[in-house]
């Protein structure tokens, strides 16, 4: 629960006291966090601040948003950015008649003209999600990472966008509808995923993939036989500790060919972890996600069914180009124990185990994994 306060025209010495006797009643017995809506305000003396201070000290969890540049120095110069969440007030664009070049979980991304792309959240109290992500998208940046860097915050309706300077850059998928030839879109694509595999984070800021996939497993465990969920869960845990950076949704929609330049996009995913959890989630989006809906691949990547398929075997052929088709075939019968354990507990989740849009995936999932776990040594390579 948030309880906005909304502060409009000049607060000093003049008015402060009407001002804060007018916040008193609008918090009176609100034990909630409070949010300060500086959209109107103009000034703020010294006097101002220390009702802020007031607040802040009775409601620890107080932030201020919308600030004017005039008003946010104020807050930079007295040392309140410090003390309490303080963001500015954001342009605001509009994506009407914009063009569509992904969408994720997260967010859609918009061609705002030849030079420029925006990524809009879907979730319209976003702003900390932006800021979380185009730190991790630095971080990235800094370990030598090719990826976006956003140039600026906007408003877009009611949630928020990133926006990125891509002057005629193009998705691979876009790339592959214009004709490219596939492979040596595969083979770049599998360069700089290598690239990212071969990067370390050392300090612990990036979450572990691998305890996300483990609480995949546990969830799934109660829907399937006993010995099954059991040894589903041990290969989860038996995968290998890593440091190494996955991009947590590589595909060719989040991947942008920018002059002679690779660029990576959407990077709220970045994540440390085996490498296989990153090849698994690829997986999943160009073939896994047959199983909830045939066209779904299709559909969301822009590129017919039998590429997307073909996308997907020439990534691993060319990132296991030291192996023969066997050992590639029993890599990808891991990769999909590993991607049907998301589906099924995505699924149930969704929906529920006796939803009948979702019982054929279910199913589906809860067969093969019955069919292949207590045949699997383990979930790595």
């Keep these: 629960m948030e309880k906005i306060i909304l502060l409009s025209g000049r607060i000093d010495s003049s008015n402060v006291d009407k001002e804060e006797e ?127 860097i956003s140039y600026n915050i906007v408003k877009v309706g009611d949630s928020y966008g990133s926006v990125f300077e891509m002057i005629d850059a193009k998705t691979f998928a876009e790339l592959l509808r214009d004709g490219e030839d596939i492979k040596k879109l595969a083979k770049e694509s599998v360069n700089i995923l290598k690239q990212i595999h071969n990067t370390e984070n050392l300090d612990n800021s990036l979450p572990n993939k691998k305890k996300e996939a483990i609480n995949w497993a546990k969830f799934c465990k109660d829907y399937l036989p006993n010995e099954v969920g059991d040894k589903l869960v041990s290969l989860f845990e038996e995968i290998p500790d890593c440091n190494t950076i996955i991009h947590g949704d590589f595909h060719i929609k989040n991947i942008m060919h920018l002059k002679n330049e690779i660029l990576l996009i959407d990077m709220e995913t970045l994540a440390i972890g085996h490498p296989i959890l990153e090849l698994a989630c690829s997986y999943t989006v160009y ?80 067969k093969y994994l019955i069919d292949n776990v207590l045949k699997c040594d383990n979930l790595y390579f």
Excluded at 28 to 38: L, R, S
Excluded at 96 to 123: P, W
């Design 22 to 148: 007018k916040i008193n009643k609008e918090l009176e017995e609100y034990t909630g966090d409070v949010t300060i809506d500086a959209d109107k305000l103009e000034y703020i003396s010294s006097a101002g601040l220390r009702v802020i201070l007031k607040i802040k000290k009775k409601w620890p969890n107080t932030k201020i948003i919308n600030c004017n540049n005039d008003v946010y120095e104020i807050f930079e110069m007295t040392g309140f950015n410090q003390m309490m969440n303080i963001t500015r007030k954001y342009k605001t664009i509009s994506i009407e008649g914009c063009s569509v070049v992904a969408e994720g979980a997260y967010g859609i991304i918009y061609r705002l003209d030849s030079e420029t792309i925006v990524k809009v959240y879907k979730n319209s109290n976003s702003l900390d999600d932006i800021i979380r992500e185009n730190e991790k998208a630095k971080k990235a940046f800094i370990l030598g990472i090719p990826t976006a």
């Design 287 to 366: 073939e896994g996600f047959e199983c909830v809906d045939i066209n779904n691949p299709e559909e969301f990547l822009g590129i017919p069914r039998s590429q997307c398929r073909e996308f997907i075997d020439l990534t691993l052929k060319y990132y296991f180009d030291d192996y023969n088709d066997k050992k590639i075939e029993e890599i990808l019968n891991k990769i999909k124990i590993i991607c049907y354990t998301r589906l099924l507990r995505r699924q149930i989740k969704h929906y529920g185990i006796n939803d009948k849009n979702a019982i054929h995936s279910i199913e589906f999932c809860k």
